[in-house]
């Protein structure tokens, strides 16, 4: 199986696992990591994390491999299975952090970066390749990329197709932290299990509302934000944390 999924009652583990191929994206991988996606959502997932097997993240799209014949149609089809990984972390109630090392390139830079969270190791190499090999973006890069590191960097990034190690990421805010070589796993597991100890429906409106925000005016995210503030007000999941808060 290019996915494995492990839960344990509070945290899935995504693994990308075609090792042999640096976790290059084919058919297979996408379709079961839609499929891992949505069965974190039916487990009822308190934090989700997404790594890889082997050697590296993701290495993008599996460029060794022959493509398929395909009409339009199919094509079509076969970019949407690839947005809708985005798509599904969006939507999760659940953050979804990713444990990154080694390459995410391409596609897998995309799937890195759609998470809630990215944890590089310092190894780590991000990098854009589609334009120089005639491919273009996909997962919501062209409007998550600009937010991220700005208008500039990201023209940068997309046009020349330069890559960037863990701690270049971290330093320019296309990550949310680098770690040692070989520890970026186990930094992940410990954010997703403090992320899943947090009140439930606090944690899940806390993402809405910032996911929400990227598409929405700033009195549109004002908005939502009394809304998600009468939720946790009423839903009474807090008063433990508050009493816990208040004794320091």
């Not at 290019?2 to 693994?15: F, K, T």
Request: charged share 25%; with cysteine.
């Amino acid at each position: 199986m290019p996915v494995d999924y492990a839960y344990d009652g509070s945290v899935a583990v995504v693994h990308l696992a075609r090792p042999e191929r640096l976790n290059a994206v084919d058919a297979g991988l996408t379709r079961d990591l839609v499929a891992a996606l949505r069965r974190a959502g039916d487990d009822g997932a308190r934090a989700v994390v997404l790594a890889g097997r082997g050697r590296a993240f993701c290495a993008g799209h599996d460029l060794k491999e022959e493509p398929a014949p395909e009409t339009a149609l199919q094509t079509r089809e076969r970019l949407e299975e690839i947005q809708e990984v985005t798509r599904l972390v969006r939507r999760l109630p659940a953050p979804v952090i990713a444990a990154v090392h080694g390459y995410a390139l391409g596609a897998g830079a995309e799937f890195a970066l759609c998470c809630d969270v990215v944890v590089a190791a310092e190894d780590a190499t991000f990098g854009f390749p589609e334009v120089s090999v005639g491919l273009s973006v996909t997962g919501g890069i062209s409007k998550l990329l600009p937010q991220l590191v700005g208008w500039a960097r990201a023209k940068e990034l997309l046009l020349l197709g330069e890559r960037v190690s863990g701690s270049e990421a971290a330093a320019m805010g296309l990550v949310a932290r680098c770690v040692p070589s070989g520890e970026h796993e186990s930094a992940a597991l410990g954010l997703a299990r403090r992320m899943a100890e947090r009140p439930a429906l606090s944690l899940s409106l806390a993402k809405q509302v910032l996911d929400a925000g990227l598409d929405s005016t700033v009195d549109g995210a004002m908005l939502r934000e009394v809304e998600h503030a009468l939720l946790t007000s009423l839903s009474g999941e807090g008063e433990g944390p508050r009493e816990g808060f208040n004794r320091g």
